[in-house]
């Protein structure tokens, strides 16, 4: 226990890493599990070196460290406090490609960034979290809750699914029931049993280049090749998938994003949208429709789904995610398919996972059916409009010489291509070394050697200094070729 | 709008029901929509009757088979009341096997049961509700779940990791640091994650048998082949699997539950585990362990897992879930295993489903923490036990010219054997009939045919008068030879 504050700060060093290093985690630790809250004071640097038996200056180098990082706030003569306003910061390591990120993790190596472009997920800040909370205790003394005894549907619990039918219905012009809809572990699920589902071991599925490399990992864990079919101003070239699928037969499906294309945001243009969907009819290819960030629509309205379209003789399964109307963290998706593909994706997540979380389906349902997600997605999009317009001008005021970008109609992440051919793989290892990260075009294409020379930016989960902040640090590390 | 009570009844007639039957559906789901709440006065039945246009006795049947099922109340001269304690009950339609189920529930038929006979879950009325909900609702504001952005460790939350550790280390013998461990979604995603990671497709998985057939489908959505080991009075019979390898160089691996065998309960006994250890590492087979229930002994001390004993050739990963230690409808396991395994359990986890959910996973680390699941597990096991006895002297009271059974000395089910070839395939059918649930040896086995004539009784979710009805439908039911 340490004297003057009611800090107890208990030191654990982490074989391989400096002191100050041991120290700045435990501390963050404490934060975390709610030993130190927002506003309480630490010790001062004099007083916990002495009791540590450490040097006072591996203390300051600790305290240095988080408040570079934002987690405490030094203030002249009064001293050093936990920051009140908790910031977007990783607290696990974090690097590209994130599947080797466990063993990095590990090693310690490398530190954490401190800012993040991430690649367009909302800011769980403006969750409404008393709501959520609040909701989830009064699923978990719900009859279906006690009842449950883990044989439940796998195609989720029927509140959330009917919560979704209307909601669907109304805001996607999707005339569904509860029965139409399997809720998932986020999309990542929902494209991994949808790829299950349709395609037989060694079949291919097309896919959008650049595009979602998790969707690719999704569909090769489901035994699927990968085909690329380039991106032009307008979305999926629908020509060149043709031309594809006339020297594939094993070509049984396509991935799109036409909504928002993933990365590059733009919408499939209606004439391409009849094109593929007349294409997938003649040619009896599966359409997986990835709609990821419906909700964000700015200017204009939103575009009605291929899965709206399509007539009857088109299979169409239509992918969705909570997670991006709520919290990233919050892993909740969904799929609409016809009744045969429904089944079998059913099948399988039964297989593989079961059914999913009663008490947050339930709890999820309910802000959706009282309208409380429908005002949080209100108010988010007023936000986030506001964070696209602001990246947009500090793009343009600091970075006008190296980037160029459309402010996109929807979505929550700006496409920006580099001019002149400055290569953005050493201006994000730049970036990354100085504290930022950002994903550069190579990170979405299958082919690296053709990926396009751009940034994807996230900007929904900073807030207005945030991104300031993260375009300087953008400018401030672009390679001696551009300035 | 009844007059005399609060309660608005609609009777809407479900095609090819008794009448009463409908009724009884439209008050369930008033209850269930917290339309009626625990307390709330029924409608006289003779208001009601009148208000409906249907006959009294209608009424009366539906208010009496819903007090038969516990969500009514009869008191005398005051009237029929919503339970203030409402009963394990399903509220979705079920029946065998569970992937079945969804296009069942749709149609309406078979009508759910009155009672069921689980395969061995815990009571989720016990969950510590407000203290999981407490911390639930303090991980929303954590600044790892404020922070995250959907890329988090596929391993899962460090803080839960942390704790299971701890956890682990303490109970099971196993010395573990939080990167051993990957959190899954139920132990079902570890058994996928763990085949995936250990067996190429179509290499061979020996089981036990009669043994866990989610396991089974798990190995095989893994590309796996599954060969199936029988169980003797020890567990696995290890001399058989060593016959099966002798013929079989496909296979690669063996799922075992050493602990309590599922699902006759036995523990393998020492000589045998030593045996399976020793073949193991002779033919270099990885060993799947799944330690579904450790903390329910109530004889004796727990027994040490293999996995705490595998010398450091052998390949074991442990599989465990937390949801036997809360609740069925909250999904939670892990798995521990050597670093390559867990990397490559990791990288399929991302590719199927990202991560968890990171303010779940983070509240159940704070209840671990803290010592109140520990608290929990203790009192559980203490009601558990009670359960248990009241089981087995029920059953030898009402059925032991039928069913003979050891006690376990742990465990949540018991294994009872039907006397004399008693047909309980017939049995567990005419016991659905009349609304009671309960799996005969046949759910168990790869080859029905060769199927003992048993019954899994899963006691932990009936309290003891739940329990009596139970064994008295099972009683009424038996196939009239049996008499």
Not at 233 to 244: I, N, S, T
Not at 347 to 362: F, M, T, V
Request: glycine content about 8%.
């Amino acid at each position: 226990m340490v004297k003057g504050s009611r800090a107890t700060i208990e030191l654990i060093e982490i074989p391989g890493q400096p002191v100050f290093i041991s120290l700045a985690t435990a501390i963050t630790r404490d934060i975390e599990r709610g030993r130190l809250k927002p506003g309480d004071p630490l010790p001062g640097t004099r007083a916990l070196a002495k009791i540590l038996k450490i040097h006072r200056n591996t203390v300051d180098a600790a305290y240095h460290e988080l408040t570079m990082q934002g987690w405490l706030v030094a203030e002249a003569s009064r001293g050093t406090f936990v920051a009140r306003d908790l910031p977007v910061l990783a607290t696990t390591a974090a690097s590209l490609p994130p599947a080797m990120r466990p063993a990095a993790a590990r090693t310690g190596t490398p530190p954490p960034p401190l800012l993040r472009f991430s690649d367009g997920v909302p800011d769980p800040r403006l969750l409404p979290h008393a709501e959520l909370a609040r909701a989830f205790r009064r699923s978990l003394s719900t009859p279906a809750f006690l009842a449950s005894d883990g044989s439940d549907d796998p195609l989720g619990s029927t509140a959330l699914r009917a919560a979704l039918a209307g909601y669907l219905s109304q805001e996607r012009g999707l005339a569904l029931s509860e029965d139409d809809i399997i809720v998932t572990r986020g999309s990542q699920m929902a494209l991994f049993l949808a790829a299950s589902a349709i395609l037989a071991p060694g079949q291919a599925i097309a896919v959008e280049e650049p595009g979602y490399p998790l969707a690719w990992r999704a569909f090769r864990a489901a035994g699927a090749r990968v085909i690329g079919v380039p991106v032009g101003a307008h979305g999926l070239d629908v020509e060149r998938l043709a031309a594809v699928l006339a020297r594939e037969p094993a070509l049984r499906a396509v991935y799109v994003t036409p909504h928002h294309h993933y990365p590059t945001t733009v919408t499939l243009g209606a004439g391409h949208r009849l094109k593929l969907i007349e294409l997938a009819r003649r040619h009896g290819l599966a359409i997986i429709e990835d709609d990821y960030d419906h909700e964000y629509r700015f200017e204009g309205r939103p575009v009605l789904p291929l899965a709206a379209r399509a007539a009857s003789g088109t299979s169409v399964v239509f992918v969705g995610s909570l997670s991006k109307l709520l919290a990233p963290g919050i892993r909740l998706g969904y799929a609409v398919a016809e009744a045969g593909v429904l089944r079998r994706m059913a099948a399988q997540r039964e297989a593989i996972d079961r059914q999913g979380d009663l008490p947050l389906e339930q709890a999820v349902a309910a802000l959706l059916r009282d309208g409380e997600l429908g005002r949080h997605a209100r108010k988010a999009r007023r936000i986030y409009h506001g964070r696209r317009d602001h990246l947009a001008a500090e793009l343009r005021r600091h970075l006008a010489a190296e980037l160029a970008f459309d402010v996109p109609a929807g979505g929550l992440a700006i496409w920006a291509r580099a001019r002149g051919g400055i290569d953005t793989i050493a201006w994000s290892a730049a970036a990354r070394r100085a504290g930022l990260e950002v994903r550069p075009g190579a990170a979405f294409c299958l082919d690296e050697s053709a990926a396009p020379q751009a940034f994807r930016l996230g900007f929904a989960n900073l807030n207005e200094p945030e991104i300031s902040r993260a375009v300087k640090m953008l400018k401030r590390t672009r390679p001696a070729t551009a300035r």
